[in-house]
């Protein structure tokens, strides 16, 4: 709990103010006073006065935003001699650069961090397979558990050789995104045997892609051997004789091939809402033994599943991800142009109906998701500061009032009509503006219960 607090202050913290910073240094730049730099809003908790112009520098008590308060005409009366340091009194040029910079700040943070990501290096699961869902598209491609996808191809002739499990999965979300099958090289766990497998995603459209959608392809959790973990007390797996290190070969008869696959068994061995005993041989010390393994049975959303109460797989195999300085960089702009047009791209399906607005996350998923970064080290929580530093940017920049993309719409008629628009409909489109977040920011934070309530 402490660790998804801090993580999320942090990162709310961080990415308001390199925000607020671009547009307060372009506004110096370009001459504009600056009155107040604000991180948070609400009661001031701290304040700062500094600099030639006296600007404050404040703390505020709600941290969900912040704000660059400027010289202007239409907030209040300015003295004649600051008539030229007024960003109202700026050229077209100058006010949209300052409009823009915030953004832009938060764009080139996230280069930075994914780039500091890579430098750093990132512990990441090995692209090689558990069991892939019977149906899936994944098993009608001809993968199978242990298969190791060494590269992925959009058109069979240039190859990006995959990293790991996390690239993977990116590379399947951008080829879905786009409406095209990628192709794969494919070997076995030791890297022998290769051979080239397509995926074919013509069955899928950008509607289909959500957080879960790797995972209804087939890709579910790397792969992990058939071994018992820690053995409850009490449990089913107790009751049959199960120990830890033992190694699950068959289960009635059949191999077992993964932990994928063994965890499957036990959640279908259910029969008219009871567990269905399961005839076990595991290997313990060297030495084969037969047990008889029965389940008891748990209510989920998907229906009646066998549970044992005990854990199952190996940790899985782990590559660590780095590059060097320029290699870094070019990575980590790469991916902030990736992660870019492909927000952009969601945003855009969901607004024609093409996409699932249970994407659309709030304050309570980021936090989650701070949380468990901060945990798992450095690199790990880099990367997603800079998944949603590039997400704050691209959304400032939709053409929506009160966000940055308003502004420059309001320049673009400007820039067209040679004057600029009125203050009747400046004050229309503010509470259209108003309207359009707040409802937003309300599906947002539905869908963020209703993940955590297991309900997405």
């Known amino acids: 709990m402490i660790a998804t607090v801090l993580g999320f202050v942090l ?58 308060k400027m010289l202007d005409e239409r907030e209040a009366p300015v003295a ?13 040029s100058r006010r949209a650069a300052i409009v823009v910079a915030g953004p832009a700040a938060n764009l080139l943070l996230a280069v930075l961090l994914y780039a500091a990501a890579h430098w750093i290096g990132i ?58 099958s990628l192709e794969l090289e494919v070997s076995d766990r030791a890297g022998h045997g290769m ?55 068959l289960v009635d008869g059949q191999p077992v091939a993964d932990a994928t696959s063994l965890v499957r068994r036990v959640r279908a061995a259910v029969r008219d809402g009871e567990g269905v005993p399961m005839r076990w041989r595991v290997e313990r010390g060297g030495a084969e033994r037969e047990l008889d393994v029965v389940p008891r049975v748990v209510q989920t959303a998907d229906g009646p599943a066998g549970r044992i109460d005990t854990v199952v797989g190996s940790a899985p195999e782990t590559v660590r991800v ?29 607004l024609v109906g093409d996409a699932s607005l249970k994407n659309l996350s709030g304050p309570l998923t980021i936090a989650d998701y701070a949380g468990q970064s901060v945990q798992r080290g450095a690199a790990v929580y880099l990367g997603f500061l800079a998944l949603v530093s590039v997400s704050l ?12 993309g308003g ?6 008629f400007e820039a067209v009509t040679g004057r600029p628009v009125s203050e009747l409909w400046l004050a229309r489109l503010q509470r259209g503006g108003i309207a359009v977040l707040l409802m937003m920011m309300s599906l947002a934070l539905f869908n963020d219960v209703a993940r955590l309530l297991g309900l997405h």
């Open 195 to 249: 051979r080239s497998l397509r995926l074919d995603l013509s069955a899928y459209s950008a509607r289909d892609v959500d957080s879960r959608f790797v995972g209804r392809m087939g890709f579910g959790a790397p792969f992990s051997e058939a071994l018992i973990g820690e053995v409850r007390a009490g449990s089913p797996g107790e009751a049959a004789g199960l120990r830890a290190g033992d190694r699950v070969l």
């Open 11 to 68: 990162t709310l913290g961080v990415l308001i103010v390199v925000h607020e910073y671009g547009h307060y240094r372009v506004a110096v730049a370009c001459g504009v006073k600056v009155q107040r730099f604000s991180v948070g809003f609400g009661r001031v908790l701290f304040s700062r006065v500094r600099g030639a112009d006296r600007t404050e520098f404040v703390v505020c008590a709600l941290p969900l935003g912040g704000y660059v």
């Open 407 to 412: 502004h420059l719409m309001y320049y673009i």
């Open 393 to 404: 940017g691209v959304l400032n920049l939709l053409p929506l009032p009160m966000l940055d």
């Open 123 to 180: 512990e990441e699961p090995k692209a090689v397979l558990g069991t892939p869902p019977a149906g899936s598209a994944v098993e009608a491609a001809g993968l199978r558990a242990g298969d190791w996808v060494r590269a992925v191809s959009r058109d069979g002739q240039s190859w990006d050789e995959v990293d790991s499990m996390t690239d993977l999965r990116w590379q399947v979300t951008q080829a879905a995104m786009q409406g095209r």
């Open 80 to 92: 004649r001699h600051e008539l030229h340091r007024a960003f109202n009194r700026q050229p077209l």
């Open 322 to 350: 780095r590059r060097g300085l320029l290699d870094g960089l070019q990575e980590g702009a790469a991916r902030t142009w990736e992660v870019s047009t492909l927000t952009l791209g969601m945003i855009g399906n969901m």
